[in-house]
């Protein structure tokens, strides 16, 4: 069975780094290109970047661009999202999920719910 | 950047109905059309793909159509499992992906 198995929820104040990860099972973790989406509380859902875990080539959206890095380690089949100075604005659940044919995404891991507060 | 709309933004039916939504791209996206299922508290899960492929095991009571830039996503029959937001999502080759802001479905 294919799976992607995340990190779990983080509580985190402003200006703190975190990384958070996503465990690939099930397939060949350096052949597929994985994504990462965010969901801010109560809305919809937003891309945010993908890497191939092969070379590690890695796209951004033009919207998180220099505000979040997107990593892997084909060694442990782990792909990482990770902050260097945490927002208030950052609070959402951050999904994986593996990119089929280079269009959709599936499956999605179950999400990680970042928490941003003073 | 490609913008997607997506309509109604919420509906409500009762059992057994049929549900239609529609998704429109802002520039011609051939079939890189994509339908998620989303239930509260749960991750996406993956319906339609290239805008009228049902993806395995899921009920042949969703559809899709469409191409170019005017999509279509049905329900046949309405089931109470069924009530979910209902996101489309398109793919360009920059690469870039972008999703519409949901249809949210509910029983009346």
């Known amino acids: 069975e294919v799976q992607l198995v995340q990190s779990g929820a983080e509580v985190k104040k402003p200006g703190e780094s975190l990384k958070i990860s996503c465990k690939g099972s099930?397939?060949?973790?350096?052949?597929?290109?994985i994504g990462w989406v965010r969901q801010m509380p109560g809305k919809g859902l937003e891309w945010m970047g993908i890497?191939?875990?092969?070379?590690?080539?890695?796209r951004y959206s033009p919207s998180f661009q220099g505000q979040v890095t997107i990593s892997a380690d084909k060694s442990i089949s782990t792909a990482y999202l990770q902050w260097s100075s945490l927002k208030a604005s950052d609070t959402a659940m951050y999904y994986c999920?593996?990119?089929?044919?280079?269009?959709?995404?599936?499956?999605w891991g179950q999400g990680t719910l970042v928490t941003v507060s003073s | 950047d490609i913008q997607m709309t997506q309509s109604p933004s919420s509906l409500s039916a009762s059992v057994g109905d049929r549900v239609t939504i529609t998704c429109q791209a802002s520039?011609?996206?051939?079939?890189?059309l994509n339908w998620y299922q989303q239930k509260p508290g749960k991750a996406p899960k993956l319906l339609i793909y290239?805008?009228?492929n049902l993806e395995t095991g899921v009920p042949s009571r969703f559809s899709g159509s469409g191409s170019g830039t005017d999509f279509t996503f049905t329900i046949s029959s309405l089931q109470p499992e069924d009530i979910a937001t209902y996101y489309c999502?398109?793919?360009?080759?920059?690469?870039?992906?972008?999703f519409g802001p949901g249809t949210k479905v509910d029983i009346k």
């Open positions: 999920a593996r990119l089929s044919s280079s269009s959709w995404f599936d499956p």
């Open positions: 099930g397939y060949s973790f350096t052949s597929y290109w």
């Open positions: 890497i191939y875990p092969g070379d590690s080539d890695t």
């Open positions: 520039q011609d996206i051939s079939n890189y």
């Open positions: 290239d805008a009228s």
């Open positions: 999502q398109q793919y360009d080759n920059l690469p870039s992906f972008t």
